[in-house]
Nanobody, 124 residues
Framework: VQLQASGGGLVQAGGSLRLSCEASGLAFDIYGIGWFRQVPGKEREGVSCISSSSSRISYADSVKGRFTISRNDAKMTAYLQMNNLKPEDTAVYYC??????????????????WGKGTLVTVSS
């Protein structure tokens, strides 16, 4: 199983980025996908989750109304559209997958597969 996050970069506050998470080696359509972020020295934060069939979606309070998660099962890819970015969104963003994740409460506690991160830097 491989997950590859991409799309990070440097953007000014108020700008937008779209992250992609391309998967291989798994039955993507049955997996819940989560996006996480981490700043060095801080705990990892679960940012957003999308269940299989997109039946359930969850967002951290810190990104509600600004970020949108989606998935394209035919392309085995999940996305995180990030709008109105703030300097506090600066972090390494990771995607993860788990067949048991339904994106309910505490969905972020365990994910079976992780990809390498992509760095998002938001300048003020």
């Amino acid at each position: 199983v491989q997950l590859q996050a991409s799309g990070g970069g440097l953007v000014q506050a108020g700008g937008s980025l779209r992250l992609s998470c391309e998967a291989s080696g798994l039955a993507f359509d049955i997996y819940g996908i989560g996006w996480f972020r981490q700043v060095p020295g801080k705990e990892r934060e679960g940012v957003s989750c999308i269940s299989s069939s997109s039946s359930r979606i969850s967002y951290a309070d810190s990104v509600k109304g600004r970020f949108t998660i989606s998935r394209n099962d035919a392309k085995m890819t999940a996305y995180l559209q990030m709008n109105n970015l703030k300097p506090e969104d600066t972090a390494v963003y990771y995607c993860a997958a788990d067949a048991m994740v339904r994106c309910g409460s505490r969905w972020y506690e365990f994910m079976a597969y992780w990809g390498k991160g992509t760095l998002v830097t938001v300048s003020s």
